[in-house]
């Protein structure tokens, strides 16, 4: 239990993810272990159910009817939760379902002169529904609707947004490219008069396994859109990640996040802030992953997810 007060608890909201400057910002957060331990880099990804958390086209390279249960443990007592699931219908297409839940836990309400009053709860869930089809052979493209939902004590907020991806495949060259456009949309009611924008992202990524070696390298460019001084300096949101396949049944992950080292500095250091790492295990029918992300100084993110198929 923490002793905040409402205006406290509100700074955290914002300070989850990058310390940022609009609301709903948990919709950022990696829920996958294997995307968290890759640093992000999943525009490109073609064989996890959970990429339509991150580009809605990739859905459509799934097969059977893949489902995903993930949790991450945060900082303080903030825990996520994510459900996705995908499927295949004759003469539609491929959809895609997903849901994410964030709890900020409980805290202890007080008055002006710090006696206690009560307790109250936070959190925020987002509904996501996606289809994804293709324009030819080797290019697909995807887009998601969903739902976003926010309370604090007994106020609360709403908004309704869209994601729009297209990924292409060079399959002879083993080489990804995919982009995606994550979080338009608007508020439908606010805790304030004041209506809040959703976090935009514009993301453009490629992705290369390697002929000889088994690994998978991929590169992320994230935030493009967001408003800087030069145009080289829209790249520094770049994160990067290798999959290496160790056997059948056994993989590991790493990864880097440029953006994330860079606001997580304190003084003079960043620690191991932005470094990320990750291992997945098969078993039979089942996937196991285990994600680690380093905030530095400030703590660590752990991410665990289990998926199968029907």
Not at 77 to 89: A, K, M, V, W
């Amino acid at each position: 239990m923490k002793r905040i007060s409402l205006l406290f608890l509100t700074c955290t909201f914002l300070s989850v993810s990058s310390f940022a400057q609009t609301t709903y910002e948990f919709l950022r957060l990696d829920m996958s272990a294997r995307a968290g331990a890759l640093g992000g880099s999943y525009v490109t990804n073609n064989d996890d159910v959970e990429v339509i958390f991150y580009n809605p086209a990739g859905i459509n390279f799934l097969e059977n009817s893949p489902a995903s249960v993930s949790f991450v443990k945060h900082l303080m007592d903030i825990n996520l939760f994510s459900l996705s699931f995908s499927t295949e219908l004759d003469g539609i297409g491929r959809l895609g379902t997903a849901v994410k839940y964030i709890n900020y836990g409980s805290f202890d309400q007080a008055d002006e002169f710090g006696n206690k009053t009560g307790e109250f709860g936070a959190g925020e869930l987002a509904f996501v529904i996606g289809y994804a089809g293709s324009f030819d052979e080797n290019f697909y493209y995807g887009a998601n609707a969903k739902v976003i939902y926010s309370s604090i004590a007994d106020a609360s907020s709403s908004a309704i947004g869209v994601d729009l991806g297209v990924h292409y495949e060079f399959p002879e060259q083993m080489l990804n490219i995919g982009a995606s456009v994550l979080n338009l949309g608007a508020q439908i009611s606010s805790y304030v008069d004041l209506k809040e924008d959703l976090p935009l992202d514009v993301v453009v990524g490629v992705s290369k396994r390697l002929e000889n070696l088994p690994v998978r390298l991929s590169l992320d460019f994230h935030r493009l859109n967001k408003d800087r001084d030069q145009f080289v300096q829209r790249l520094k949101a770049f994160t990067v990640g290798a999959e290496f396949y160790l056997s059948e049944v056994l993989t590991l992950q790493f990864g880097y996040d440029n953006e994330r080292r860079s606001d997580l500095k304190i003084g003079s250091t960043s620690g191991i802030a932005g470094f990320n790492g990750g291992l997945g295990v098969k078993v039979s029918e089942y996937q196991f992953n285990y994600g680690y992300s380093s905030l530095g100084l400030v703590g660590a993110l752990h991410r665990i997810t289990l998926s199968t198929a029907f």
